[in-house]
């Protein structure tokens, strides 16, 4: 509600609509290897960011070290008023609850129901008890089945999680984030393991969460065509290190070779269709 | 491009035909130093045992007299059993009574167990901590359990105290280590994804890890039940621990009643035969459920 009215001064500039991440000089070692230097940038509420760039850039690492899943070896992370990097365990839950994250192979509960894989998202405002216990308050209850009513998935709703196909757990992924009532959603190349066509659902459905319920979205691809299509902005990273952040209009093809570097030939291909992998 | 592959394969099928028609055979185990060490020692032992039958002290008793006297041991016992001793009703009653330490055994194990197991999978606790618990868990595994009921009975008095205490001692290591194993193949991006929600480690443990492993947990245990109820058995005897255990020990030691240990055997057949059952069918129901 609050950033629809901020829309539309936003014509002048994004800077006016609220920022709701911001990093800031992000650095993650191994010993001596260097996973992502010096990283900065900010989101906004609503945004929806595609970060881009070859296997082993630092994608992973890189939103892996916001919500603090790996530690970052130095460098800031402001989210919703919060420094991330300074929070105790506590805290680290707080703001854990507040992002969601989806992934690439779904990382659902097989053997529990849709419904129940949905609800594991209010895991983070529950007792040890009534968490471990699996005991939902009929208001969550009611709030799986709004998000799995949704996501198109009703008839599915109290079938096991290994029943469903890709697209359908990708789903159930996305509604096990939403009902966290995240702010920012991270999505760790949440297409990869999916057929086109499946893919298309998921990143509509990503795309119209992050306009209808102001959701920010920072989602890895490796598909540089469905970035262009979908981002409000792309990131893109090499070897650790961002090396283009703008529109996605700007990117142009000399610049996406520039990013790929040697990997390039494979990507003109990657760009059209996705590959098999 | 697709004529090419055909033609590697085509290549591939006629050079096996080759192969096959040259009678050439190919070695898939080389043999290796481990290998070349495993076959002198079973050589050594099968050449062992038959110089053993040569030197033995037979104290003039043939060694073909001495089958004939077991078999017709055997005979008397399984084919003309009878209780003297006990009823029908008492020997019912002690085979209760080693099932019952048996359950009790495996159950408190299982408990147990189940926590140390969260505590010594490398994928769910602190990397030191779960070596220490493995390292411990082993020690007690290495001593049989025979060994651990003794050591009870000597400090605790003999009695079913004592056994069942001992027993859950090799039990709950046993356990431990399958239980850990079974978490251990959890995959870790399920973790994960409940970590990154902001869940607690216990949300994880029983809204995660426990539906997934609980197949193998209900396996192992009732593969441990098994083994405790033979063990239950032994050590009736062994530790006076009272049950079926014990009265095969008074019919046999103390009687010299070989028709009552042929009854008394029947009866552990029954039961054990029972549990493979009960075993089995428990097996497939949880399969059909679970996979
Ligand atoms: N646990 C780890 N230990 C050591 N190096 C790692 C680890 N995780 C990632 N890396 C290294 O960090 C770099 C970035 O990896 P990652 O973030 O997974 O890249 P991407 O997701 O873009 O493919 C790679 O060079 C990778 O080898
Ligand atoms: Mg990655």
């Not at chain 2, 606790?125 to 411990?136: E, L």
């Not at chain 2, 033979?230 to 010299?256: E, L, Q, R, T």
């Amino acid at each position: 509600m609050h950033a629809r009215t901020l829309e539309a001064p936003a014509t002048v500039g994004s800077s006016e609509v609220r920022e709701l991440l911001k990093v800031e000089r992000l650095t993650k070692k191994y010993g001596e290897h260097t996973a992502i230097a010096d990283i900065s940038f900010t989101v906004h509420e609503g945004e929806f960011v595609v970060l881009i760039g070859p296997s082993g850039a630092g994608k992973s690492t890189l939103l892996r070290s916001i919500n603090r899943m790996i530690e970052p070896t130095s460098g800031h992370v402001w989210f919703d008023g919060m420094q991330v990097d300074a929070l105790d365990k506590k805290g680290l839950r707080e703001l854990r609850r507040k992002i969601g994250m989806i992934f690439q192979h779904y990382n659902l509960v097989d053997r529990l129901s849709v419904i129940e894989n949905v609800l594991h998202g209010r895991l983070g405002y529950k007792s040890i008890l009534t968490g471990s216990l699996g005991m939902y308050q009929a208001q969550e209850k009611e709030r799986a089945m709004e998000l799995i009513t949704m996501l198109g998935l009703e008839e599915h709703t109290y079938k096991r999680a290994d029943q469903l196909s890709g697209g359908q757990k990708q789903r159930v992924g996305i509604a096990r984030a939403l009902i966290q009532n995240p702010r920012l959603l991270l999505g760790d190349e949440p297409i990869a393991s999916l057929d086109p066509k499946a893919a298309k659902t998921i990143m509509d459905y990503l795309k119209s969460i992050a306009h209808t319920l102001n959701i920010s979205m920072i989602i890895s691809l490796h598909q540089v065509q469905v970035a262009l299509t979908y981002a409000d902005r792309v990131l893109a990273v090499r070897q650790g290190r961002i090396v283009y952040d703008g529109l996605p209009r700007d990117l142009s093809l000399e610049r996406v070779r520039d990013i790929y570097g040697a990997d390039a030939g494979d990507l003109i291909i990657d760009t059209g269709d996705r590959h098999v992998d | 491009m697709s004529l090419d592959k055909s033609e590697s394969i085509q290549n591939i099928v006629t050079q096996s035909g080759r192969l096959a028609a040259s009678g050439r055979s190919i070695k898939v185990k080389p043999l290796s130093k481990s290998r070349l060490t495993m076959r002198i020692t079973m050589i050594a032992l099968a050449a062992l045992t038959i110089y053993g039958f040569f030197v033995f002290d037979y104290k003039n008793i043939s060694p073909w007299q001495g089958t004939i006297d077991m078999l017709t041991n055997f005979k008397t016992m399984f084919l003309s059993p009878h209780l003297a001793h006990l009823t029908f009703w008492e020997g019912a009653y002690a085979i209760v009574v080693t099932l019952a330490m048996a359950v009790l055994t495996t159950l408190i194990s299982a408990f147990l167990a189940f926590f140390l197991a969260l505590f010594a999978a490398q994928n769910l606790s602190n990397h030191t901590v779960a070596r220490s618990i493995q390292a411990v868990a082993a020690f007690i595994r290495s001593i049989p359990t025979v060994l651990w009921v003794l050591i009870f009975a000597i400090s605790a008095g003999l009695g079913s105290v004592a056994a069942i205490v001992g027993m859950s001692f090799h039990s709950i290591s046993y356990l431990t280590k399958a239980y850990a194993e079974s978490f251990e193949e959890m995959d870790q991006g399920l973790i994960e994804a409940l970590r990154a929600t902001g869940a607690h480690w216990w949300h994880i443990v029983f809204q995660a890890v426990l539906p997934m492993s609980l197949t193998y947990l209900i396996s192992w245990t009732f593969m441990r039940f098994e083994i405790n109820f033979g063990v239950s058995v032994a050590m009736g005897a062994a530790a006076g621990a009272g049950g079926i255990g014990f009265d095969m020990f008074m019919a046999s030691a103390f009687y010299h009643d070989l028709r009552e240990v042929g009854a008394i055997t029947y009866y552990i057949l029954v039961v054990a035969f029972l549990l493979e059952m009960l075993s089995l069918r428990m097996k497939s129901a949880v399969r059909g459920k679970m996979i």
